[in-house]
């Protein structure tokens, strides 16, 4: 998983970095891994780049040089981060190595780095210079207010270096830009729940674990408070997002999900008097809750109210007959901002599972998005979705599911590539924005599914598919699919989910 995230005001910086030239006396450096030296405006700096230990609220990063000659001052050098705030904070909550920039006190003569040492854990030692030589010792803390996502032993591996970042020459979404055909008008709307022949109608579920009759009607505005606990909360913190033996590769195109990836996925079914009709994806949260699209339950003259509702979990197949869990939806509840006019800003609904799943291989929960992640995801930021839709051949569905990477789109580009005025006004702050080179995505069927973000094998839902650009019977996927961005909605979520 590669990203470029390019930052206004460094990008300029690292332009002008280069190595220095075998002309230039520079002391040997015991640990590459760490450290480097680089010239800047015809003087040297150093880079020293070390993962902070998470466990710790303040790390402190101390380091030594040794110099030949005394100095004339007693200004030792300067030990200063390399990057801004938000470039360290994200580094901070996903791991990554901070960098850090050390100036030196007489820039004709560089020191020798001697030790580098990370709160009590040291680095890199070297020897220092024979006597009468001068140690300037340097050290910087940086306290953190917030946890990493997911937390681990600090790693001290060796660290490739940073070369200097060169500026593609055209936006990666210009690559597969392609205009429509004359004779095809575009419309920007949903990708419309799928009409296949019904399929064989399973065995009605025992009496007793059928629920209670519901309303006949879904209401968009109920006035269910669901249970709130902030202890069940913290307990689905420690199984969500983590998939079992079965893994899912990082993938380029699209590729079939095995039974046992993606243990979250759900399929969603309409019942009807001819059994059982699939018709959206959604994603499981907790051991009662499903979360999904509103314009599948509510959108123009569809109304489907949480009776005729059924859930699929634990497969990977539309077929019913294989393994897995069928469970009736006792509670519809969609989000109180949703509106048919302007769907994609909260598309968002929840089910409530007639009772609850225990979770094991093939069926678990994925993470909510947390603030200590990043809010705004930088444009290439590589983020996956998965369904049963329609695909490239033509069918209304595919029987085994499948899967995408798909590549984060920033608003302004978003705004720039849609050629439907009706997709503009579909992209709000409330919505994110995901496409890829190869034109592979969500389509007709996809709608509920989840956009999804890998980070340390842990997996986080971080948007639901809402919205995509479709020409006559075909989706275009080379313009952004639209998503309804869940960190937006991320209090109102964990008030609604039933644990």
């Avoid at 499903?290 to 059924?310: E, I, K, M, Q, W």
């Avoid at 968002?348 to 603030?371: D, H, Q, T, Y």
């Amino acid at each position: 998983m590669e990203q470029l995230l390019v930052v206004p005001g460094i990008f300029i910086t690292l332009l002008f970095l280069t190595w220095p030239s075998a002309a230039q006396r520079v002391p040997p450096v015991a640990c590459p891994q760490y450290f480097e030296y680089l010239s800047f405006n015809q003087e040297y700096v150093g880079r020293i780049a070390v993962r902070h230990d998470p466990r710790y609220q303040e790390n402190t990063l101390s380091v030594q040089f040794s110099q030949r000659s005394r100095l004339n001052s007693d200004y030792v050098g300067s030990l200063t981060l390399w990057d801004d705030e938000q470039v360290n904070k994200f580094n901070l909550r996903n791991g990554n190595p901070i960098k850090y920039r050390i100036d030196f006190p007489t820039p004709e003569e560089l020191p020798k780095l001697t030790l580098v040492m990370i709160n009590d854990v040291v680095l890199c030692r070297a020897s220092p210079y024979p006597p009468s030589s001068v140690t300037l010792s340097l050290s910087h803390s940086l306290r953190s207010t917030t946890s990493p996502l997911f937390i681990q032993q600090p790693q001290f591996v060796q660290q490739t270096n940073v070369r200097p970042v060169q500026r593609p020459q055209r936006p990666f979404w210009q690559d597969t830009f392609v205009e429509p055909e004359p004779e095809e008008r575009p419309t920007f709307r949903i990708p419309q729940p799928p009409a296949p022949a019904p399929a064989t109608p399973p065995p009605s579920p025992p009496a007793s674990s059928r629920p209670p009759t519901q309303p006949s009607r879904a209401q968009p505005r109920p006035s269910v408070v669901p249970n709130t606990s902030v202890q069940g909360l913290t307990q689905l913190g420690g199984i969500c997002g983590r998939e079992g033996p079965i893994t899912s590769p990082l993938i380029h195109h699209g590729t079939q999900v095995r039974r046992g990836q993606l243990p979250w996925m759900v399929a969603l079914y309409e019942r009807g008097g001819d059994g059982l009709r699939f018709f959206c994806g959604g994603t499981l949260i907790s051991a009662s809750t499903v979360l999904s699209a509103a314009h599948c339950f509510l959108y123009t003259d569809r109304n489907l109210p949480a009776n005729r509702a059924v859930v699929s979990l634990g497969r990977n197949t539309l077929d019913l007959v294989s393994d897995g869990l069928l469970r009736e939806v006792s509670v519809l509840v969609l989000h109180e901002e949703y509106a048919p006019q302007n769907y994609t800003d909260a598309d968002i609904a929840l089910l409530k599972l007639a009772s609850p799943v225990s979770f094991g291989e093939f069926i678990k929960p994925i993470c909510l998005w947390s603030e200590n992640f990043l809010l705004q995801l930088p444009s290439g930021y590589k983020s996956y979705v998965a369904g049963w839709g329609s695909d490239e051949n033509g069918n209304v569905n595919t029987r085994v599911a499948k899967m995408t990477d798909t590549d984060i789109v920033t608003e302004s580009e978003c705004l720039r590539n849609l050629r439907s005025t009706e997709g503009l006004r579909l992209v709000t702050p409330n919505t994110i924005c995901a496409g890829n080179k190869q034109a592979a995505g969500p389509c007709s069927g996809d709608s509920g599914g989840g956009l999804m973000l890998q980070e340390n094998n842990i997996w986080l839902l971080r948007g639901v598919v809402s919205a995509g650009q479709v020409y006559t019977n075909r989706c275009d996927l080379t313009q952004p699919v639209i998503y309804t961005d869940l960190a937006r909605h991320i209090i109102w979520l964990r008030e609604k989910i039933w644990l």
